[in-house]
């Protein structure tokens, strides 16, 4: 196909010709850097959590009095293993992705104070005796606590629970020791420290980090005696019996402290409630885009009409000189895939601009580079789509045309 | 004439209704997105005192020592029990209140109410006139309640109406932590948006029912939530030693009414942080901040980026919506160069053609602004529908909706301009002539 002809045409027709390109050009920015914030929030919707998120039931009791825990727990745990369906039970101070976040800094030096610039930040989960078992953790190396170190350590109000051996994760493991074995290895926070015994599967952070998915899996267990910081207690059962399992365990609960405030819920809606953000901004996105690609297409359909209206009497002209419907159907699909290369080239610089800006001013990262032959190639077949009406039209104008004068 | 030139532009419109219609629908999903997003915004920007938030200032010190020093970093922003104290009893502002948040479990007496946690405030007695706090039924506390450490509290218009069906319960009693306290005073509706004097409880947080003074909540070992910093040793003894740990976790706001009120605390602040170096309590040099309420707002970044990011993403939107309905118009203008030519040939002027259509093109502006409204109110009401916890502000005031209607009747008047003046530029005689 010839395309001289196409561009001497649509020379004569600068202001049209420029707003489809601009157009694209604005949508395919606008789309590059919309799919691929999508992208990057189902990423994070999605990191992976090494524990029993489906069976796992979360019950929050406070208000009690803080004398009392000692007897209180293992009174509290009794009750709740008596619960049909429950097959482990225990009691921890937070959970992954509950945004209650308990940080701590440890350098690997013996010196290490814990306001030491090179330190890095973890979360402390509290773990009252089999934790692993209700979190359902997976453990990789070594061993979780047994039930000496679960009885000797103490938190009585201060800031780091008195034990001196941990469990990490896998990931904080390779941070920590690249290379190494972290078995036995030791971290400081003058005057506190904690040898690793164990490692799991990666657990999140009561927080995630957006930037560094790895930042999200810095998190180490301590074994804790009863105490009053431990007030979550979690079940674990089967997936399908879970509600049950919570409404049975805040009655049971409440019953044996009618003084407390007893709240509970599915591990599941910590999560769903975590991420609700995300999910309805996915949502926002995702309309926009769709309403967006509409509207593009809508106005190729409508320039595109006007265009083969303007210029029925031509096209009669070519047909009657011998120009088959195929040859006057190519021309304006020629004709706009030329408009749409020129509008996604544009199109791709200004989403990468776009993509620069929003990396100074906002969190986002650097966007993947096939993000924009992605947008294009969206643009290039909503172009030729969008044409297709039109151009049928056109190519149905009968060669009589050239001999009517209008 | 305008009379005459708003029947033409609605005739107009009858004209190739298809276009017109998709003109209309662009311009209104445009505008809609838009205003639903800058609504968003608009709400969660919005000034949490009026007129009162230019005068409130926040004071900052760094009391913390030499570890990990690195010069001009920002101070702690919360202040020590010590400092906290210190700055509160010297009285150098016109008002001032020491403050802090936490969860108190809540024992109605009402037996059809189970018992449950209650946000509670722990503040001193400026807080009611500091930042002009109305109260329905009774009076706040005084600088005495605070030094006796009374068993007072005022509680918000909402527990109010959850407790005592709204009527006054002055001299009524509350139990919080298992102690019995008298209710003195019921605030009216107050609820400053952003949470600007405690964002460590999150920006839009859900207001406190209950306020207690700080010196009381002390005394009872109330439960402090929210931020704690702290260094050194840390805090050791738990939350029962906060007043001797070297961390920092009060909120302090003073009210100044004048730059040199202003320039006085900021040196008063100056020679504290001085003294207590030179005392030794202080390690690093002399850092302190005194922002007022937009300023530590802005600083503390409390719009959520997620909302930000969204309006830049509508107003991209709304911008391809324009340029699609610059296309459309020019196609439907140029569609009519026939009847403007016939016109301009029987004299027609220039500039009234030129009048005429942009009046078109406003009228599709207007059009679509009233559908885009319609659009944006589903929008906003689809955002209240959303779990996060600025959703349920999002409503429309007066100010947006005369906004929306300005920007759509602007933009879409702005987007005839070009086809407009191409229309009229068509040469009268060779239009007649292909006729």
Known sequence: MEIRPILASLRKHRIPTLLIVLQIALACAVLCNAVFMIGKRVSDMHLPNAMDEAGTVVVNVQGTDEKLVAADIPRNLAALRGIAGAQAVSVVHTMPLSRNNWGWSFGLTPDAPVSDPNNLNVTLYFAGENADKAMGLQLRQGRFFNAEEYADSKVDGGAVPSTHVMVVTETLAKKLWPGQSALGKTVYSKPYYFTVIGIVADVLRPYTFALDHDRSYYDIFLPVAPDAVLHEYILRGAPADRERIAREAVAKLQQLNPQAVVKGQTYQSIRDQYFANSQSMVWILVLVCLVMLAVTAFGIVGLTSFWVSQRRRQIGIRRAVGATRGDILRYFR??????????????????????????????????????????????????????????TRAASVPPVIATQST | ????????????????????????????LGIGACMTTLTVLHVLSGDPLPGRSGSLYYPQLDPRDMDAYTPGVEPPGQLSWIDGMYLLRAKRAKRQALMTGGMVPLQPEQASIDPYHSEARYTTADFFPMFGVPLQYGTAWGDAEDQSKARVVVISAELNNKLFGGKNSVGKTLRLQATDFRIIGVMGDWRPNPHFYDLYMGSYADYEEVYVPLSTARDLHMDHDGSTD??????????DNLEKAPCTWLQFWVELDD???????????????????????????????????????????????????????ALGFLVVCLINTVGLMLAKFMRRAAELGVRRALGASRRALFGQLLMESGVIGLVGGLLGLVLALVGLWAVRQQPSDYAKLAHMDAAMLLLTFIVSVVASTLAGVLPAWRACRVAPALQLKAQ
């Open chain 2, 230 to 239: 702290c260094w050194g040793n840390g805090n050791t003894g738990g939350q």
């Open chain 1, 334 to 391: 020629t004709e706009n895939f030329l408009l749409s290369s020129a509008g996604v080239l544009i199109g791709m610089v200004l989403a990468f601009g776009i993509n620069l800006y929003l990396m100074q001013h906002y969190e986002l990262e650097r966007m993947p580079w096939y993000y924009l032959p992605g947008g294009a190639l969206t643009l290039w077949l909503i172009g030729q789509l969008a044409v297709l009406g039109p151009a």
């Open chain 2, 259 to 313: 730059p040199s009120s202003v320039a006085a605390y900021r040196s008063f602040l100056q020679h504290y942080s001085e003294d207590q170096r030179t005392a030794g309590r202080f390690e690093r040099p002399v850092n302190i901040r005194l922002r007022n309420v937009r300023e530590w707002l802005e600083f503390k970044q409390v719009v959520p980026s997620d909302a930000r990011l969204q309006a830049w993403l």
């Open chain 2, 1 to 28: 004439m305008f009379a005459y030139y708003l029947e033409l532009a609605f005739r107009g419109l009858n004209r190739n209704r298809v276009l017109t219609a998709l003109m209309v629908l662009a311009v209104a």
